[in-house]
């Protein structure tokens, strides 16, 4: 008999310009790297997923951040603006995706190691969606981690979800059906990350100045993230 292949792990980066809290947020400047490229250059280092791609909106506003996006190198997929659920979906199924992850395009510190550890966590547990990006009932802080379930959950919620906010907020039915899904979390592996008071996740300017104040570079570890976040004299 032959020997089952592994399934196919696809992170799906959901990006679109159109913030309203913070327009082309996206593309917005850091350290002098635009988020977007903080975000693939970070996840290009993952090494237990099987393929990286962009789900972006396909209307003309995000021409642009697709055209960047080709330029260094990253696959794309583009859909519904609205209907994000949809736009996710028809990612992970162009990729022929077994277990998708999902990355926010406004985390730009998060992490290969830390999303590569959610991945280790959900083949080794029985539950249908595991996290790791918010601090909610775990001691990470928010924007290092991602989310992940497998692609026929995915299939099953976009078939069959039809509020609004759960088209727009994907993996909110999940949550909202505690009864039917098994959700789990765990806590870092490296207790120096043990920090779930700490905002990494870029929603307002205010974010934006805060992290462009501290002593952060592209290519730090987490822990050297953290460390210097808790550094007084940034």
């Known amino acids: 008999m032959a020997e ?20 082309n947020k996206t593309m917005r400047i850091l350290h002098g790297i635009p988020i977007v490229e903080w975000v693939y250059r970070r996840m290009k280092q993952l090494k237990l997923t099987d393929q990286l791609i962009f789900a972006i909106p396909q209307n003309s506003g995000d021409d642009d ?39 926010c395009a406004d985390s730009p510190l998060v992490s290969a190691s830390e999303v590569d550890r959610l991945i280790c ?17 775990n001691n990470y802080p928010d924007g290092l981690g991602a989310e992940i379930t ?26 909202d059906q505690k009864d039917r899904f098994l959700i789990a979390t765990f806590d870092p592996e490296d207790r120096r990350l043990f920090h779930p008071e700490l905002k990494l996740d870029i929603d307002t300017l205010e974010d934006l100045e ?12 987490p822990h050297e993230i953290i460390s210097a976040l808790l550094d007084k004299s940034t």
């Open 4 to 23: 089952s292949q592994a399934p196919k792990v696809v992170a799906i980066v959901q990006a679109r310009t159109g913030s309203i809290r913070l327009p």
């Open 65 to 103: 951040l697709a055209e960047f996006l080709n330029k260094l190198g990253a696959l794309v997929y583009r859909g519904s603006e609205l209907d994000v659920l949809d736009r996710f979906y028809n990612a992970a199924l162009e990729c022929d995706a077994d277990l998708v992850v999902r990355i």
């Open 121 to 137: 966590f959900y083949h080794k547990s029985d539950c249908d969606y595991a996290y790791n990006h918010v601090p909610r009932c």
């Open 150 to 175: 497998s692609f026929e959950i995915l299939k099953t919620i976009h078939q069959e979800v039809i509020k609004k906010i759960h088209r727009e907020h994907i993996f909110d039915s999940i949550w």
């Open 210 to 221: 805060h992290l462009e104040g501290q002593k952060i570079s592209i290519d730090m570890a």
